[in-house]
């Protein structure tokens, strides 16, 4: 085996951690723009990083209008006024569609058009500007990876802009800054988080470096995540997600993510579907499609969210089979959607074919899954998750 390592930026962990943001900003950095969206602003916490950042000598301006899925649209809006604001840096602040908002502004002060343009792998020509991310949930992982996940109004197609100059230069991973953040948002990112290790920990190019920080974020979400879902106020169990949420986005990076990713991307750039909630409500039909390329791997998935014993012997294929029935059952836990038809958006079995011709389009989640998926086994998992 040979692969890479490598651990993009530099991170700040710890409660009150957010106080660093200003001293982050070099003597020469004097306008600053904070992406993020309406609820950050209105419950003060956008302000306070402003604050923090006046009395630092910067000054700033707030892009406030990040919606939970994202568009090219509100990127290209958040980027003109970082030009004529003539920002120097960006602070991303909020979920994972804000942090991918600022990390998108941050290499359009620097290239020309649209995010439109750059929506694929590598097609960034310059570097950005300087990027800090400040995440409040526990999920994403946008504050590791290379990726900002945009859907264009146009046509409903969501893609990511890939591309190793999006990497974070700083994060401030400030568990304090979660414990708003409510039971569904807490759950669904926290499941997001869950789905990057599991899928990387399973990918095709799953690396000895990949599987160490996927099996660190697995055994500690399965631990904490209900109890950062019921108990907000808990601030073990924040800080425990936080970090986790943070391992996990160092395994995807390193091993990438699989088809259950793919399969959720026509969820929400057809039908406005949040990221996270599209991943948990399919993943448990997804490790039953997989279950047979990599039974021995789900078992360990099992056992280190806490289904079975440490030393317990378990036939790798029934493990592999309870492992989707566990994810089933930590939906139920949680509260989250268990069906497409729950979902309420209008889903139907006539949108399925092109619901997998857009999932395949996403190709490089589908190349990493231990299993080839085509177009029937996706409108199979489909029909699956309907009811």
Known sequence: MSFEMFVPGKAFFGIGSVSKVGDL??????????????NLAKHGTAKKVEQILTARGVDTVIFDSVEPEPSVETTDEAASLAKKFGAQAVVGLGGGSCLDVAKAVSVLLTNEGSAANYQGLGLVTNPGV????????????????????LIRRSDGFKGGINDEKLF????ILDPELTVTAPPKVTASSGMDALIHALEAYTSRYATWFSDMFAEEALRRIGKWIRVATWNGRNLEARSQMQYAAY?????????????????????GGM?????????ALLIPHVVRANA?????????????LGYIDEEAKINPRDGALLCAEALEELLEDLELPTSLESLGVGITEKHFPEMAEKALAVSRPMENNPRVFDKDLCIKIYEEAMK
């Open 25 to 38: 900003m070099g003597d020469g950095m004097k306008k600053v723009i904070i992406v993020t969206d309406k």
């Open 130 to 149: 300087l990027k800090v991310m400040i995440p409040t949930t526990a999920g994403t992982g946008s504050e590791v990876t290379f990726t900002a996940v």
């Open 168 to 171: 974070a230069d700083y994060a």
């Open 247 to 267: 391992m996990a986005g160092l395994a995807l990076v390193h091993a990438g993510v699989g088809a259950c990713h793919s399969l959720s991307y026509p969820l």
């Open 271 to 279: 039908f406005g579907v949040g990221h996270g909630v599209a991943n």
């Open 292 to 304: 047979l390329c990599c039974p021995e791997r789900y078992t360990d998935v099992l056992r280190w």
